[in-house]
């Protein structure tokens, strides 16, 4: 640690998958903040190869990492031929980056997901919860990841966040905006429950968190309540109407309710209930996330469409 800067003391700051959503604004708020941060993907450090990781840690010797690198594409993981890479990036990549950071003793940060459950019921997961029962690949991926974390280190966060967006990257909304403009008519599920994560807004969270010690399991997404992909469709769609991204009057753009059944298969199990109680967050002093139809708000007007 090396100055005192604007109330918190400077760091140096590790920040894997620099070219992801959350990645790309982890490092835009350090910077906002004076941290020194230094984001790498693949080309840079490749968490698969512990030589890799050994090396670049050690020439950067960081203060703390935030680990947001991972395989993220769920439906992908479960095909045959990815499912031992999905496992070397998100399990494998997070037990090489845990050990050097228990080696050089130092604070990690590990982003996790609500697939780590099993997205039954209807009360909200509690970030102490170790209940885990993945359905898929990716879910199960991660849980190793979090175990590996939980289990080597003391000083750690694990933040588990759901249903990302950010401007950096694919995501629901801009799926959304897509169909939207060259269909008025589409059905989205209705029966999967949770709530929207801006990046943006997480970023800000996680860079608070790291400049403590307040270590242990979180869930964040932003606050304004729990919806469907239904009613999270609909509010994206009445926003941008309004923003003038989408020619349709509203009443022009019929979005259908289905459930996951209805819907049709896809490769990937999908949790039912990705509601995830954040009251933790409040309880250690740290600001909850704005609205999702606040953050809605201000990332449709940020993006170029």
Same mark, same amino acid.
């Given at each position: ?6 109330? @918190? ?5 590790? /920040?894997?998958? /620099? ?15 004076? @941290? ?30 935030? @680990? ?6 769920? %439906?992908?993981?479960? %095909? ?42 209807? %009360? ?31 000083? +750690? ?30 059905? /989205? ?8 994560? +801006? ?45 003038? @991204? ?47 139809? %606040? ?11």
């Amino acid at each position: 640690m090396v100055a005192k800067n604007g109330g @918190h003391i400077k760091m140096r700051i590790l /920040v894997t998958g /620099v070219k992801g959503q959350l990645g790309y604004d982890v490092v835009l708020e350090l910077t906002k903040r004076n @941290h020194e941060a230094i984001g790498v993907d693949i080309e840079e450090m490749d968490i698969t190869d512990k030589t890799s990781v050994d090396r670049v840690m050690k020439e950067v010797k960081p203060e703390a990492v935030i @680990h947001c690198a991972a395989w993220t594409a769920v %439906d992908t993981a479960e %095909d045959d031929d990815k499912k031992e890479i999905v496992h070397q990036v998100n399990a494998i990549g997070t037990i090489n980056i845990t050990n050097v950071c228990k080696e050089l003793n130092i604070k990690m940060m590990y982003i996790s997901t609500d697939y780590v459950f099993d997205g039954q019921g209807t %009360d909200a997961w509690l970030p102490e919860c170790n209940d885990y029962k993945p359905l898929n690949v990716y879910g199960k991926t991660k849980l190793e990841g979090e175990l590996a974390v939980s289990t080597t280190l003391s000083k +750690y966060f694990i933040v588990r966040i759901a249903w990302v967006f950010g401007k950096n990257g694919k995501n629901f909304i801009k799926t959304m905006l897509n169909v939207g403009k060259n269909h008025n008519k589409l059905t /989205v599920v209705n029966d999967q429950i949770g709530t929207p994560t +801006y990046t943006y807004d997480l970023a800000r969270l996680l860079v608070d968190m790291i400049e403590t010690e307040k270590y242990g399991y979180y869930h964040a997404t932003n606050e304004g309540g729990y919806i469907s992909w239904y009613d999270f469709t609909k509010e994206i769609f009445r926003q941008a109407v309004k923003l003038g @991204h989408l020619e349709y009057s509203e009443d022009r753009l019929i979005v259908t309710p289905v459930t996951t059944a209805e819907y049709g298969a896809s490769k990937a199990k999908r949790p039912f209930n990705s509601r995830l109680d954040k009251s933790k967050l409040v309880e250690n002093g740290f600001e909850p996330l704005p609205t999702w139809q %606040d953050a809605l708000s201000r990332y449709l007007k940020e993006i170029e469409f």
